[in-house]
């Protein structure tokens, strides 16, 4: 079982940056298409942006296309979100996710715990 953990979460100002780790254990990204998802308050869970294990192919949200990045460092066994321009409508509870079904399909396997992101206008 993958076990992930994310970071990087906090408090920033409408216009400014925060990147987002996801480090995982107990199995090697190398092998699992990873995703990033939030949730804003009352609102449902939904993606934000996902990378297929093999290549660089990847979907991001309109919401977030241009301004965030989802990467992986299969060395250091950890997926990243680079949120740039970050938006008040970007707060949410961040959640890092792994599959090794179809990378579109959202039903993730394993997920982390979330890390809060807030963003101040």
């Known amino acids: 079982q993958v076990q992930l953990v994310e970071s990087g979460g906090g408090l920033v100002q409408a216009g400014g940056s925060l990147r987002l780790s996801c480090a995982a254990s107990?199995?090697?990204?190398?092998?699992?298409?990873m995703g990033w998802f939030r949730q804003a308050p009352g609102k449902e869970r939904d993606v934000v942006a996902v990378?297929?294990?093999?290549?660089?192919?990847?979907y991001y949200a309109d919401a977030v296309k241009g301004r965030f990045t989802i990467s992986r460092d299969n060395a250091k066994n950890t997926v990243y979100l680079q949120m740039n321009s970050l938006k008040p409508e970007d707060t949410a509870v961040y959640y890092c996710?792994?599959?090794?079904?179809?990378?579109?399909?959202?039903?993730?396997?394993?997920w982390g715990q979330g890390t809060q992101v807030t963003v101040s206008s």
């Open positions: 107990g199995g090697s990204i190398s092998i699992y298409n």
């Open positions: 996710a792994a599959t090794r079904g179809y990378y579109r399909n959202y039903e993730y396997d394993y």
């Open positions: 990378r297929r294990w093999s290549g660089d192919t990847t």
